[in-house]
């Protein structure tokens, strides 16, 4: 019996920068499972349409899909967008049966990532005592997503690092320009920059701008095609097989 198909969505972009990264990921993570099929679709701007891969697979006489939102917080296109698209999915194909698994964060292996992408901008381990470190994600209206950046800050303000604060690119404040601003006041000697997004586009672009107009030391690259990104997308992928093969308790 063949494994459920690994069906990632991404929320697509004008970017091209943006589906080449989600492109690169997947690709990781065939290499790290062969012979699990992995298959890449967008809510928006780009091919293929959710929908329409979905048409495609029950076509090919795929009978199982795990649908993992690549997303890092439970915010609205985990909570609405995603799950009205499968819905109307599973009413226009019964004889496919679709999941949706989890969002990916928070994770340690998303901190690792973070970590990983630090150290390549030049970061050093020994570095991190006198770093102020601003986890600039992009932003939410959301207040469960915005309350998960606030944890992880609190979480990697325990791992050594002077001081840790959150910044958004959009809906939500503080900016990134102004929480760089904020740690040097505090006292942070260097100041780096962790965008906490998978892929490239206009809202890590913006993420790149306030740090330079506020001088940040570091800056360090997207989570992108990280090694501990597609070992994440693979967790949550035998998460969803699992809790879907538990037996179901009837009461007596």
């Known amino acids: 019996m063949s494994s459920p198909v690994l069906l990632v969505i991404a929320h697509g972009s004008r970017d091209p920068r943006h589906a080449a990264t989600v492109h690169a990921l997947t690709a990781r993570v065939r290499e ?17 349409s959710v929908p329409r891969l979905l048409e495609r697979l029950a076509a090919e006489g795929a009978s199982e899909v795990v649908a993992l939102p690549l997303l890092l917080t439970r915010a609205f296109h985990a909570k609405s967008d995603i799950p009205a698209v ?31 992408r630090l ?27 915005i ?32 929480a760089v601003r904020a740690l040097r006041a505090g006292g942070a000697r260097r100041v780096a920059v962790a965008p906490y ?7 890590p672009d913006r993420i790149a701008a306030g740090a330079a107009e506020a001088g940040a030391d570091v800056l360090a690259e997207v989570l992108g095609p990280a090694p501990e990104l597609a070992r994440l997308l693979l967790d949550r992928y035998d998460e969803a097989n699992a809790l879907a093969s538990r037996p179901v308790a009837v009461s007596a």
Do not use: K, M
Not at 107 to 114: E, F, M, W, Y
Not at 133 to 140: Q, T
Not at 152 to 165: D, F, K, M, P, Q
Not at 197 to 203: C, M, S
């Open 32 to 48: 790290l499972r062969p012979g699990l099929r992995v298959e890449t679709g967008f809510l928006d701007f780009n091919a293929p």
């Open 86 to 116: 499968l819905r109307e999915a599973r009413a226009a194909l019964p004889r496919l049966r679709v999941r949706q698994a989890e969002v990916l964060g928070p994770s340690p292996l998303l901190n690792a990532a973070l970590e990983r």
């Open 119 to 145: 150290y390549e901008a030049g970061v050093r381990p020994g570095d991190r005592s006198s770093t102020g470190l601003v986890l600039a994600s992009a932003g939410s209206s959301d207040p469960e997503a």
């Open 147 to 178: 309350a998960v950046i606030a944890e992880i800050a609190r979480e990697l303000r325990h791992t050594g690092w002077c001081s840790v604060r959150p910044a958004f690119a959009s809906a939500s404040l503080p900016r990134t320009e102004d």
């Open 197 to 203: 997004v998978i892929a490239p586009g206009r809202l």
